[in-house]
């Protein structure tokens, strides 16, 4: 390859480079861009609050409270609610909105729909499967 033809190819690389880079920063990415599923923003406001800290989901977690995995079947939601916005003298009152509230009764349906919080309750089958 001649000295020019590579001068030229680096020139060209150089030039898409800098035009990739001009049309990604081009685009405003917002921080505070609205996404997800009601559930995916209630998940967000679990990691943001610290729930994890005292209650496990899918068996992980703190062990100051109890497993939430299915705490949707379990309880009511206006049982939930109630503990959300009032807490106890162990758990924190949390103060939500009711569009937080909301978000967080979607994030408990839909684990609660995926998951089995005592494994001892589950039957397993001779070939290591288990039923419901
Ligand atoms: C400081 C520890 C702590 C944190 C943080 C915490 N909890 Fe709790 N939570 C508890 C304890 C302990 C209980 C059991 C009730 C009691 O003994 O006061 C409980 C009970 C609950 C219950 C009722 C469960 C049942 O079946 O009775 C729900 C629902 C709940 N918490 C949701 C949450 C959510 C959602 C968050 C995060 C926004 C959270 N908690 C953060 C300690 C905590």
């Known amino acids: 390859m001649s000295d020019r033809?590579?001068?030229?190819?680096?020139i060209v690389l150089a030039v898409s480079f800098l035009c990739y880079t001009l049309f990604l920063?081009?685009?405003?990415?917002?921080?505070?861009?609205?996404?997800?599923?009601?559930?995916?923003?209630?998940?967000?406001l679990w990691q943001e609050k610290n729930c994890?800290?005292?209650?496990?989901?899918?068996?992980?977690?703190?062990?100051?409270?109890?497993?939430l995995t299915n705490v949707y079947s379990n309880r009511s939601e206006a049982y939930i609610k109630h503990?959300?916005?009032n807490g106890t003298n162990i758990m924190p009152a949390f103060h939500l909105t009711e569009q937080q509230m909301n978000e967080m009764l979607a994030y408990f349906k839909s684990i609660d729909s995926s998951g089995n919080a005592s494994p001892a309750k589950l039957k397993p089958n001779y070939d290591g499967t288990i039923e419901r």
């Open 5 to 10: 033809v590579k001068v030229m190819t680096l």
């Open 25 to 44: 920063y081009k685009e405003n990415y917002s921080s505070n861009a609205e996404y997800g599923t009601m559930a995916d923003k209630g998940k967000r």
């Open 52 to 67: 994890n800290a005292c209650h496990q989901i899918y068996g992980l977690g703190g062990y100051l409270g109890p497993d």
């Open 83 to 85: 503990f959300l916005q």
